[in-house]
């Protein structure tokens, strides 16, 4: 029988993006909240600074990303809290944090 996994964000520390050559050090943080665990999708929270600009870039898996705290902005389009963006796998795309910055939880889809 599978196994039922689950974290509270809160237990997760926060760690300091410094490996991504595109990313600021400072700027990005993020909760790796799956982890070590094999069975579970791959979740991130993640954090902007105010008015961080992620450059073009593209992964070679899908993404989603669930905003719930701050504003992200794709292209012109302002996505608040209750947002989510479906980022297909190779797609170019740059996203930029609002004034206040942004918190959304990223999940990886193959």
Known sequence: MAEIFHVDEHDVPWVDVVDDPNAEV??????PLTVGVETATRVQYIEYAPDYVDPMHSHDE???FLVSEGELWLDDARNG????????R??????RSGPEGARFFR???P
Request: proline share 8%.
């Open 26 to 31: 400072g700027k990005i943080r993020v909760k």
């Open 62 to 64: 899908g993404e989603v």
């Open 81 to 88: 809290p209750g947002s989510i963006l479906c980022i297909p």
């Open 90 to 95: 190779n797609a170019d795309y740059a996203v």
């Open 107 to 109: 999940v990886v889809v």
